[in-house]
């Protein structure tokens, strides 16, 4: 429900933005600037991981994945925007002897369109490009054959399967910003990422790498170090 949520708040953003753009008058009445760090939520879809986790008899990840990263941006409005962005999510399951992981880096070239905005607060919608890499870890502690003291030099070590993923991002998002001072303020995003490309393979492992692809919408809160300056 909450990635349903996202995506229809996403998308009337998008359409408003590209409404409100258009009758907009002529010409830049603020400049702004700024980033900082952020965290949130990742909300993938991990129907096939969870699949591919559970047919290696490890239990299935629940919930969403944990973000933290940041940007940063300067712009006009109402105009272009340009900066840069970037964020790691993971999540974690574990039955005692078995234990899975998987976790995920992206960034990228961020391009907007500040739609409109005053002196403590400005609306932004836009794209994140770049790429990333993505990893599922799956660690087994090594079976003892026999009880008692181990063999003298002799110490057992997990055994892990890992798989590894690189990919193509494009993450369209609606954020905005609020200044609380002329020199600090908050950020709030929504988006969604889709990876029209990724390659797969097997580090170690008994079994064919699985997709790691990272499709899901996400919501990152963020400090902004930056402020926004009045041109008329």
């Known amino acids: 429900m909450r990635r349903k949520v996202l995506l229809l708040a996403l998308g ?74 970037g964020w790691g999510a993971w999540i974690e399951s574990d039955d005692g002897a078995r234990h899975a992981e998987y976790g995920l880096g992206l960034g990228g070239f961020d391009i907007g369109y500040a739609v409109d905005g005053t002196k403590r607060s400005i609306l932004a919608v836009g794209t994140l490009l770049g790429g990333g890499a993505a ?31 690189v990919f193509v991002l494009v993450a369209p998002y609606i954020d905005i910003q609020i200044q609380l001072l002329d020199w600090m303020g908050l950020g709030v995003r929504v988006g ?11 580090d170690q492992g008994p079994f064919d790498p699985p997709s790691l692809i990272p499709s899901g919408a996400y919501f990152r809160c963020s400090v902004e170090f930056g402020g926004i300056a009045d041109l008329r």
């Open 12 to 85: 009337v953003a998008l359409l408003c933005g590209a409404v409100g753009g258009m009758v907009l008058a002529d010409g830049p009445s603020f400049a702004f600037g700024g980033g900082g760090p952020g965290i949130g939520l990742f909300m993938p879809d991990l129907y096939e991981i969870n699949a591919f986790v559970e047919a290696s008899d490890f239990t299935a990840f629940d919930g969403d994945l944990l973000l933290i990263g940041g940007g940063g941006r300067g712009g006009v409005v109402p105009g272009v925007a340009y900066g840069g962005s």
């Open 135 to 165: 990893e599922l870890v799956l660690s087994e502690e090594a079976p003892i054959a026999a009880e008692g003291p181990h063999p003298q030099g002799i110490i057992p070590a997990p055994l892990d399967a890992i798989y590894d993923s």
């Open 192 to 202: 969604y990422i889709w990876a029209p490309f990724e390659f797969n393979w097997s």
